[in-house]
């Protein structure tokens, strides 16, 4: 029997819990969820009070991991990811916690950035919200406060504007704040005035854009999606009404605590949480009052479970590296970089990158690095013309960038680090603890970056057309410049003994002056 | 003030006192004379076993409550201690009714059809040699006599054991001793004896076999007095399903203070010498109350054996072959895949009148077909050499993914469950036994199958257990669907119930404990709402026991607002009908007959868009709070219809129906002169009626055909 689909599977364990989506993807690039599975397991806790996960919380996870491990093989898949966050990112036994997980249960885990937890969720959201969009045309505000962080991302006309990590999560605040708990009577002050202090700059940024539509999502919103919803069914995409979702939070301030878990039927962890994050979401919903609150009920599992399925077939509407430089872009804004410079050296970048594929051997995906590099790679000038390529990585190691795992996050950051007078070498910590391969890939976008920007040393930008000619093992940059860049041709001289260094070939630039009119 | 106005205790019968009616109406089945000599004996001995359980179970758990000083009245206003002293009062008069029953009129009749109950001291002289044989060779070498004195304690008396008690003297000495013996559990009771000349078949009772010898036993000593006994004990079972929260704390506290195995029920013959007595009741701390005296012999139950006996059969039920439906077959026999016929549509099956064979064929079929990945099934009760568990242990063989939630705390049949459970596992199924604290009660079986566009799921729901000898008798419904929703709905239960997840949101089923109580109150409210505003409205439910005191509230607010209500319960009933601006529109029938009712049927009307629901739960505290049941829709028309007719069709019962007076007593209707109505009897025919048409090849309707053309 021909079979016309394929069956994936995406595992999260979060700070909180673990889940396991199935799904089936036809080769039309149809998706529908075979399994769906969450179990609560408290690694958060541990990770956010004694930094380490215990090995009574491992034991659990691995029992809950060996049951979804049956499941897979009920279902004989074989096309599967299993990604840690949260808790297990953040603890300081992390490597131990994956390698007992992959001895005891035969998974392997990989730790997932947030950006990367993010950004594959984020992926999974056109399948759930029809009008989405529309909803980013229009200015759309998503707040996605998991258990250890909340991620606020803004999109106008289409494209993400900014996003920004916050470590205020649900779980940790309640971790954080439970020292103090025992000394206050009014805990729903101590909650505002701890979660107004984290978001009091993020406010300042968001008015200056227009966000009607607002998105929740995060580990409360199941929560609180079942408490402002009836009745409860399996939706993709719930919506609440702002006014019932008001009401919620008014008898979360005010109840006590038991009675919250007594009148809604919550457990006691879901009802920990649920105050944490309705004052989260609700300092939002006040910024711009949006006739409707959307949740759509998504996790990681549906992002991992979209991006498998986008390696088997064409799925659609997926944009993706978009965001990753239209993010890039507003934050080299932000430090008020050269913009045309940077895109000179941007597309000089790109222009040897496509040349000079059969030397370098990388993908599109390293070229999106490469590009972020050159986009922000002037941005630490902001701080300090002096030594400005440090800070520039600095700018990029901390930024938000979505999508990028973390392993890529420092590969951009490198490709700004050495893109003027230093060059890699092993005795820079953090290039030589990148791993080989991707030690070997920075090297390769560094050389290449290192030509971009000597070709606009001067940042007037003489060189208005750039040609690679590869040849007899010779690497011929012909360019046309309106007046003789000396400083340009200097500076490539300078910068080509790296490149030869790495692909063993002298990069050679001839000009062709254009005569002025 | 509604609220309250329902909270009257007077509105409410005290659920242990109607379930003493229900056992009343099994009680009046053997009386009826209409009903085959065999079956009345056989109905006699439900009468007995049914009150073993309940006094083990709920009397225990009485009498554990006034242990612990636990003085709540019950919704009908009872404390504990007055439960206890009614239940005494009606037991006492049901026992006395069915000894007397069995002696003036079965006893009698059965003598007559030429089956003789004998004492030892009334037989020939063949029937005697063979009985003094009988005993040496038989019965002496497995019995074990023991006596009370100094040095000796009271010997532990098995629960439901028969005994026999006997004052002896050492033939020197004054001092009377105690002496019991058990009648052996592992020989038959009912001792068949050589016939007379007339070709009769002659029983004895195996007590009075052992009384007629038992100076053998006790050499050397004089034998003063000599009775059988019997007890039964708390069986401390199942009481943490059954009771209100604040109790189970209440007992949690004075957990020292219950007597776990105490005796709760002491019968012996009323002939019984009172020093003997006296030994009795001290050892066993048995009061009045609790001490049934009783004519004749002692556990009835003993008359389920007679039923096998050979040669009666026409004193029985004329034999009822189960029908199989004919969507599932093809040439009279099973058609290419079953799963086809459910893919085409979804299929109804009401047993017995149809075959429990297509649910075996099912998990039969999944076991062998090459394209299923997974099967998994609850099993709550199953019979002794279950097919069910045959077929699955041979999917697992054959490397299916087999899944099986055993419920092992099906009431007394743990060590049953418990050797079954452990032949799946060396199979290589995934036996899973439930969540801690909540029995799972769902009767689910899930196939997952891959196919050439995707995974598809089909799904078998039924209100009873997979046990295909009780559904040839219990009155069951099932449903074959392929319906995605609810194979998602499927999945994800058994997804919580092997742990894997918490409780999910579900398309199209509701479960408990966790939505199924609001959803019945939900589509009671709708009809109350419904007939406020001035439109027809109607509930037609049919379980085994309605208890549950929020649902009754619901009922009594949807009676005042004229929603017309007919419940078919065929056990305990609390809610109390007739009473005026209360529960007028509410008409209450039981049906008892030949098969045990056990579907659960719920129908409403919803405004001309009528909905059928089939659960496993009651409407009892146990089933919506404390076990994991399900309630599934019959969405196909014809599937719909044909279970509002099961419904109307056992609401019109005029024969085994009776209806419930506000006074607690269950009447059954006046025929006014018209025929009696028999609703399984029915059932049984139109089944045959259905089969026989789908035979062209019988001749009449050959010929009919025929000519038609």
Redesign the interface.
Known sequence: ?????F?LAGIEISSHDIRMRIA?V?SDGEI?????????VQLGSDTFTSGKISFQALLETCD?LK??K??L????VKNYRAAATGAIREAVNREYIVDQIKIKTGLAIEVMSNAEKRFLTYRAIPYVLPNYGKLKNEGLLIVDAGSASTQISCFCRGSLMHTQNLKVGSLRIREVLSRLETQTTDLKSLLKEYIDCHFDRTEVMLHKLILPNLVIMGSGVRIIA?LCCNP???ENVKMIDPESFIKLCRDAENDSYGKITREKGLPAHEALILLPSLLIFRKFLELNNPPVIYTPQLSLTDGIVVDLAGNLCRLRGQAGDNDALSSSRRLAEKYCYDQKHSEFVENASITLFNSLRKLHGLTDRHRLLLEIGAILHDAGKYISIKSHYQYSYQIIKSAELPGLSMDELEIAASVARYHSSKTPSAKDISFSGMNPGDRLTAAKLIAIIRLADALDKSHKQKISSIKVETANNEVIIKVDAAEKPLLEQWAFESKAEFFKEVFGVAPVMKIKRESAL | MTKKLYKNHELYFNRELSWLEFNDRVLQEARNKLNPLFERLKFLSIVSSNLDEFFMVRVASLKDQVNAGYHKPDIAGLTPQQQLQAISDRAHKMVREQSSLFRRSLLPAAAGKGLRFNVPGNLNSEQSLFLENYFKEIIYPVLTPMAVDSSRPFPLIMNRSLNIGAIIKQKKSKANIFATVQVPSVLSRIIELPGNDAGDHSVVLMEDVIIKYIRLLFTGYEVICTSPYRITRNAGLTLEEEEAEDLLMEIEKSLKKRKWGAAIRLEVDHEIDDRLLRVLKNALEISDEDLYRITGPIDLTCLMRLYSLDGFRHLKYSSHIPQIPPEFLKDGEFGASIFETISAKDVFVHHPFDSFEPVLEFVRTAARDP?V??IKQTLYRVSGDSPIVAALAEAAEKGK?VTVLVELKARFDEENNINWAKRLEQAGC?VIYGLVGLKTHCKVILV?R??????KRYIHLGTGNYNDITARFYTDMGLFTANEQIG?DA??IF?LL?????P????RLEFAPY?LRKAFLALIDRETENAQCGRKAKIIAKMNSLVDGQIIEALYKASTAGVQIDLIIRGICCLKPAIPDISDNINVVSIVGRFLEHSRVFYFYNDGAEEVYLSSADWMPRNLDRRIEILFPVEALSNKKRIIDVLHISLHDTSKARMLGPDGKYRKRSMRGQKPFNSQDYLISEGVLAAAAMHPAEPEIAAATDRDL
């Open positions: 029997m021909k079979r016309k689909f069956v089936q036809s529908k969820t075979v399994e769906s599975l969450r179990h609560a809950i049951q979804y049956h499941l093989s009920e279902y004989r079942g409860k069914k399996p | 394209d990945l997974a993914q995934h997952v891959i196919e050439e566009d995707g995974i998602a999945s994800a997804n092997t742990g894997y997840s918490e999910p949101d579900l398309y939505t």
